[in-house]
């Protein structure tokens, strides 16, 4: 089977799981989205691109900006980055306060709440102007130069966004960053709410799965071993507390969000998008795991 | 021995732990207090008030004011405060966010910062201007018309109060305060902010011993079973995870603050106020315990 | 009103929650009591004893035996005892090897299963024959020389003593007991096993509530000093997670077990000792508890 | 490069950390092995195998024995096998007892000792002769018909595992082991006792990295899902609390041991078993860590 009849036999294959889970509702915006979109894009090694489904419809990424807050954080500060946050599977809830204060302010890893926000507290303090240069960054990524913040998500999250505050006021208790709270909650949360189709992401992974291809866009470089690197920590922590699950039922690196979207991998083979808005008990789209987990198995391909 | 020539001796016999312990020093205002300070008052339930050292001098009292503020909020709700806040001891460090993560926003006791802080929502729902309302009641506690707030204090406070901060955001994410974040951490800083002396807080704390009294100061009334409870909490729960220490070695009820002074009471005999800057590591003051220990001792009047 | 009048007006009070709460059922032998079984019995100062309901019969004493235990191990060991076992309350499950395991094997206090068992392990490693002088030392208390452990009880316990069995191989992996952790959880469990009357109780507390008595009962001494020290542990510790509840309810030091007693005093004024076997959710007797709380309202003798 | 001369280059590359980190010696068995032994063994996918240094003297495996119980677990209960276990990293210290006690007797995963100790119980509840089956499916993985338990390692390990008794307990407590808990640390610490050298491992876990083989050992079966699953597995939770550091470093789904053995696969391409008894802090082979980085720098082959 080639790629093409592989997404249309998942997109039937998933449809009996159409309305299972919950779209994310703490914010209005969120709430609001059709929970019945589903789309689904890969792209090949080779430069072919293949889509089903809603896969040109922006959404909120939410914390699959992780990863590209982590890129640029990597490329700026290298190795030393990992004094500052861990890159061990966080174990428990992805939001886990217990933790923080137990580690005594470095979070596990920068996929959690706190860890982003950390690495936002890094680019507060490496660029001049941050939230422009992730803009910039992501559209080099995925080639669209209109991906845009939804500044009234960022702004909606905000207003209620009590665990975060917690927790950033937790790292600056423990000194874990340098500049104000509300400065770092401000770049965390409008990272967060980044727009972007599975088109758009798949592309913009494609960056990560092949890593034989020089990493620079709009300024920030990796080398091919930091490529592989993120990956890892993709496969590790990508998943909030459900990255075994993840790893066991799928077995790629990735990193999904609340907004139903999740970003995945297949090392020197291809790089995928798929969105689906339902949500299990974990925050991870019902859909979307289901989707990945039949890709896999059709193909014969993952990283084990 | 009377209690004149019991506290002298307590003066010398404490004098070998003068300089040990440490100044809190997390602001500045209360670093640059003279930690040589040493004063202690005790006023007997037929009116006699015995002082000696720097009775006289007011410092900050810091989380002795948790027991003027429970006062206030038991008054208005009765024993439905309790649904808001426990009533057992913390078992853990006293600003442990843990403790509150796992029993979702129900602060273990109301001598614990975030029940302080509920407390503190309590008096801004409960009352039209709960700042000064608190004034009223400690003025009337202590007969002494002219103390007050220290908002210097309070101001240095609220810049560096990360894990207050932190801690009021999760209550407020648990839904276990209603006015904002910001307006609940300046009452309860403030509240902190009270400056009295031995000689006032001994005065105080003598409504809390003699409950064969009616308690009616400013408007706040408690009946006679209130006030026992509210012993029954200082007793459990005032002496941060050093309850069980401080029950074994001196047996009062009572409430200590990082100014480094101890309010304590034996009902319907004294109450007594110590005040000696430096702590221990648990953040009670080295003397104060001391002296404490050595007047039931020398006394033989305890609660057991 | 007299004694004897309130302990009858307590019988009527208590009445309504006869049938409130659940039999400790995880060994048949206490499983199979009679639910409805109530007892009370008073000793007040002056030598009058005082008692309704079924206050001679005996049952299983369980947990209130580690109050006799402590004594013992005080005696012999005295202040260096708390270097094995503190003395803070646990505020956790009365079982939790979560504290234990955060703590590297030092029991938070000896009224914890992990606590008495340090304090049996301190027996085995003093006394020649420990469950013998255990037996001398509460027959001296009580006056009665046949009361006896239910080797019947202790048995069963040890076949289903998983919980327990962890904990002391816990307590061995950190070096916190000396014996073997067999032998510690024979003794442990056999204490447990003690059987005795209301009245027997009542009779052996009043050794903890008159402290101006010599306290010397088959070769075991304590100072007046320690046994105010011991009504201290026992008012922060004695009733598993709920010790804040029962100091602000009832207001008396005191220990209670899982075979429905509850054992408790005010100094210089009465010991006190209540049966029923119900419990509530934290493991305390339901009807011995408002029993208690009614006694202290009713006399207004509580230690606040 | 090949692969011979790059195990030649590693040999050199890893001589800095010869003496780096410490022998473990909580038995005495394992504390008196020769702490400069080093051997590497590589199998490629072609059926080539490559050594250097001491790769056929044996060694303990220890932990390196969960991956061959998992797999007769997996072959005998299927998808089921995961309602008793978790697949989720543990995120703290392998031997933590407190996420066991928060998650009521369910191991975060089969690679910790809790979540081995459930898949033992499986094992004596499936086969006849477990230990006996063990030593056959083993010896089929690897070819040699001789490899042994250490009894003497099995007997001393018992007499200190004051820890694995202390979980074993724990878990028959909250019923998640149906045999006997002597029993069933005796298999337990039977398997952990299994000799093999670098070259039987490497040997051994070829039948993991190569997936387009049928698995079929001595009666023992596992479908081509299931060598993935458990690859992933390997992957997410085969290092203790370094899960993300190796797969960060190494990039390999593997398994370690306290004896200074770590075995690890790259699937479809080489499978390889490295030995060096010093351990860093985390209970990993320092040098053995530090090879595996080596080869998936130098070959560029790892799962990402």
């Known amino acids: 089977m080639n790629y093409k009849t592989i997404l249309e036999e998942i997109y039937k294959s998933v449809q009996p799981f159409a309305a299972k889970g919950k779209v994310a509702d703490y914010?209005?915006?969120?709430?609001?989205?059709?929970p019945d979109r589903f789309g689904?894009?890969?792209?090949?090694?080779?430069?072919?691109?293949?889509?089903?489904?809603?896969?040109?419809?922006?959404?909120?990424?939410?914390?699959i900006s992780k990863v590209f807050t982590l890129a640029m954080a990597l490329s700026v500060k290298g190795e030393s980055l990992w004094a500052r946050v861990g890159k061990e599977p966080s174990g428990t809830a992805f939001n886990s306060l217990v933790q923080l204060e137990v580690e005594r302010g470095i979070p596990r890893n920068p996929f959690i709440n706190a860890g982003a926000m950390v690495v936002a507290d890094i680019l507060?303090?490496?660029?001049?102007?941050?939230?422009?240069?992730?803009?910039?960054?992501?559209?080099?990524?995925?080639?669209?130069?209109?991906?845009?913040?939804?500044?009234?998500?960022?702004?909606?999250?905000?207003?209620?966004?009590?665990?975060?505050?917690a927790i950033a006021n937790l790292l600056k208790y423990h000194k874990n960053i340098e500049c104000g709270v509300e400065e770092v909650l401000r770049l965390y949360l409008l990272a967060c709410s980044l727009e972007m189709s599975c088109r758009e992401l798949a592309k913009a992974f494609m960056a990560f799965a092949n890593h034989r291809e020089e990493f620079r866009y709009a300024g920030i470089e990796l080398t091919r071993s930091q490529i592989k690197r993120m990956n890892a920590v993709m496969q590790t922590c990508g998943f909030y507390d459900?990255?075994?699950?993840?790893?066991?039922?799928?077995?790629?690196?990735?990193?999904?969000?609340?907004?139903?979207?999740?970003?995945?991998?297949?090392?020197?083979?291809?790089?995928?998008?798929?969105?689906?808005?339902r949500l299990n008990s974990k925050g991870n789209s019902v859909m979307g795991m289901k989707a990945l987990e039949e890709l896999t198995t059709m193909t014969n391909e993952s990283i084990f």
């Open 27 to 34: 914010i209005p915006e969120l709430a609001k989205v059709n």
């Open 242 to 277: 459900e990255a075994g699950e993840f790893s066991y039922l799928v077995g790629l690196p990735g990193k999904s969000g609340v907004g139903g979207g999740i970003a995945a991998i297949c090392p020197m083979r291809y790089s995928v998008a798929v969105w689906s808005p």
């Open 124 to 165: 507060l303090t490496s660029f001049d102007n941050p939230a422009e240069r992730l803009l910039d960054f992501v559209r080099a990524l995925c080639g669209s130069s209109d991906i845009r913040y939804n500044e009234q998500v960022a702004r909606s999250e905000r207003e209620t966004a009590y665990l975060n505050a």
């Open 40 to 63: 689904i894009c890969l792209n090949a090694i080779d430069g072919a691109v293949y889509s089903v489904g809603d896969s040109n419809e922006r959404f909120s990424v939410q914390s």
